[in-house]
């Protein structure tokens, strides 16, 4: 994999007019064949294709459909197109690969000027497609020619992709790592430097409740199950994982948030003191600990009743924040939306009003089984809905997922969206102000989990981390890393436990000794 993205078919990877400047102007002595496709799996299909183009001509050029101008699938390309390009250039029969910038081959066309423009027989079969019509008068304008290949082989990359999503994580972070210029050294000195920083907390705190049975049998009169019930375990959620997830992570953490006065309140406030978080509780009297208690029995969780009480909180209770949120030394703020009082319309512009000049702001809204809105939070340093919750604050059932996160990105005015995908992963957004001209305004990590015990918490445990990540080192590729990292650890634990920095090492040594095969 080393020699890969070392550069060794990267002389071959070229813009237009450096192909143009190398095979001469047209009319030429050595034929020119260009073709040009998505290819993000290089199937037989492929193969016969490109065999077919090459013995057409003396020099074959293969143009690759840039990742922003591919819509036609969801969670496409499955493959960056960097290595996509390699892929191609990896073939002796393949001399130049050009990466299309462009929408469609017509402004390469031009530049480069082929003798020979070849489409696959799908194009040709029948009346020609408007695009396909004018890619043929552009190579005919100035006397070139368009041929369609036979028809007897055709495959489609997304039907192998559908069939079996091919497993090239590590391939896939080896080569955004290796053109972002980022090292696991770099990584690990992100950990290193995470320790001490001051985060602030606010958001809703969630006890959540398994409540352990054995199933009996049934009423014979009425389809009611019985149960014995064999005692239960609390754990503290919501806000107050993710508080604990920064703790975990070395991190000095106030958690602001709002309580009711009741057992759980006692619970809350003992397991934060002793995770070592330092907790500014509200308590309001009008309304318990949320609360919600999953009733298991035999593994199957077969009931959720929530005890909670999602009014807004009162002026007092806001102004209470506020004051905790304004007074607190902190380097990050942390809005933890889970839409069960602390945040909503009235509220969330005091919250952020109050946030000191200069800290580094971030937001999470989690829709589940409640109304938030990520696009509450505007212009925040890091935002990180899931694909659920950006098409509900863009009310956008249709979009594919990379230009819905576009528009999101767009719409929040934040400088970094990272969008969570659950098994594949994550894609990140960012501005001009962060990456050069010649990096992508977004790219793609797949999950590194390698046996999934319990998904619960991965979303807290990325946000967690990138934060602190983004944080102490400004750089989006570190921070989406050590995110997705982290999120694995938690997939790969048995319930929602905070992720500590040596379990995240542990993990980075094992994705880096797959990197040097």
């Not at 183009?53 to 197109?81: C, F, Q, W």
């Not at 000095?252 to 509780?281: H, M, P, R, Y």
Request: glycine letters at 8%; aromatic letters at 6%.
């Amino acid at each position: 994999m080393k020699t890969l993205l070392q550069g060794a078919f990267n002389r071959k990877i070229r813009t237009a007019e450096e192909i143009a400047a190398a095979v001469g102007a047209f009319p030429r002595e050595k034929r020119v064949v260009m073709c040009h496709g998505t290819f993000d799996i290089v199937h037989p299909g492929h193969i016969r294709h490109l065999l077919y183009a090459r013995d057409k001509g003396d020099v074959l050029v293969v143009s690759v459909t840039a990742d922003e101008h591919i819509l036609k699938a969801n969670y496409r390309p499955h493959v960056p197109e960097a290595l996509r390009a390699m892929n191609l250039a990896a073939l002796e029969m393949v001399d130049f690969v050009v990466v299309d910038r462009n929408a469609t081959p017509i402004e390469n066309i031009r530049v480069i000027r082929p003798d020979f423009f070849v489409k696959g027989f799908e194009y040709g079969s029948g009346p020609l497609p408007p695009k396909t019509q004018e890619e043929k008068d552009t190579i005919e304008s100035y006397g070139g020619e368009i041929i369609f290949t036979p028809g007897d082989v055709v495959f489609s990359s997304s039907a192998i992709i559908e069939n079996r999503l091919p497993n090239i994580a590590v391939e896939k972070l080896a080569l955004l790592m290796s053109v972002e210029n980022v090292t696991f050294a770099d990584l690990r000195a992100a950990l290193d430097a995470m320790a001490g920083r001051k985060v602030h907390v606010v958001g809703d705190t969630i006890v959540d409740t398994l409540t352990h049975t054995e199933l009996i049998g049934a009423n014979g009169k009425t389809p009611t199950f019985s149960v014995r019930y064999a005692g239960k375990t609390d754990f503290v959620g919501g806000a107050g994982i993710v508080a604990k997830h920064l703790r975990a992570a070395n991190a000095e953490v106030t958690f602001s948030t709002v309580l009711g006065d009741d057992a759980l309140k006692d619970f809350v406030l003992n397991d934060l003191a002793k995770a070592g978080v330092t907790v500014n509780a509200v308590i309001d009297r009008t309304r318990p600990t949320t609360n919600k208690n999953a009733f298991v029995a035999d593994g199957h969780r077969m009931l959720k009743v929530d005890t909670l009480d999602n009014r807004s909180i009162s002026d007092r209770i806001v102004a209470q924040l506020s004051d905790s949120i304004g007074r607190s030394a902190q380097d990050a703020i942390v809005f933890s939306d889970f839409r069960h009082g602390i945040f909503n319309r009235g509220t969330i512009p005091a919250l952020i009003e109050a946030i000191p000049a200069g800290t580094f702001r971030v937001g999470d809204s989690q829709v589940a089984s409640r109304w938030g809105n990520i696009l509450d939070f505007k212009n925040f340093d890091l935002i990180t809905p899931n694909e659920k919750e950006a098409r509900f604050a863009l009310a956008d059932q249709d979009s594919v997922v990379r230009p819905l996160g576009s528009t999101l990105y767009r719409e929040a005015g934040c400088k970094v969206l990272m969008l969570k995908l659950g098994a594949r992963g994550m894609m990140t957004f960012r501005g001009e102000v962060e990456r050069p001209s010649d990096q992508a305004q977004f790219f793609v990590l797949d999950s590194f989990v390698d046996v999934v015990r319990d998904a619960v918490g991965t979303g807290d445990a990325l946000l967690a981390y990138a934060t602190l990540a983004l944080k102490v080192t400004g750089n989006s590729v570190i921070a989406s890393i050590l995110g997705a990292v982290a999120a694995a650890v938690e997939c790969e634990y048995d319930g929602n436990i905070p992720v500590s920095p040596d379990a995240v090492r542990a993990k980075l040594a094992s994705i880096e000794s797959r990197t040097e095969l």
